[in-house]
């Protein structure tokens, strides 16, 4: 059957294959994300996409931003997919103090593409654009 595939989902009576590219950054593009909170923070994005019963394809932790390629339910927009893995690493600034330095640890926008291929300069300009400031 479709639905064995590892990356299909099913949610409900659908069947769907639901591949996004997401990216957002820290909050004034701050280079935090580094070593142990950057180590800390795969551990929550996997245990949160677990709890959404989203697949993560690839995942890549730069300083200041994330970029995943996730395989979601069809009963989840990309959106609330976006928020709730922003809401589920909001543990990062009770565990690591420098962090609480940060009026908040994440930007309120993001980067959604269904896009096969998202390629780097893409993300690079819209990273680019996020305010070093706000």
Do not use: C
């Amino acid at each position: 059957m479709l639905a064995t595939n590892k990356h299909y989902k099913v949610a409900n009576s659908t069947v769907a294959m639901l591949k996004y590219h997401l990216v957002w950054s820290t909050r004034r593009r701050r280079d935090v994300l580094k070593g142990e909170v950057a180590d800390r923070l795969e551990a929550l994005l996997h245990s949160t996409a677990q709890e959404l019963g989203i697949d993560i394809i690839r995942l890549s932790i730069e300083p200041d931003y994330v970029h995943m390629h996730v395989v979601a339910t069809p009963n989840l927009a990309p959106t609330q997919i976006v928020y709730r893995l922003k809401n589920g690493s909001a543990a990062l600034r009770d565990e690591f103090d420098d962090l609480k330095r940060i009026p908040s640890m994440w930007t309120s926008s993001s980067l959604v593409s269904s896009a096969p291929n998202l390629r780097p300069d893409e993300i690079q300009l819209y990273i680019q654009a996020q305010s070093k400031s706000a």
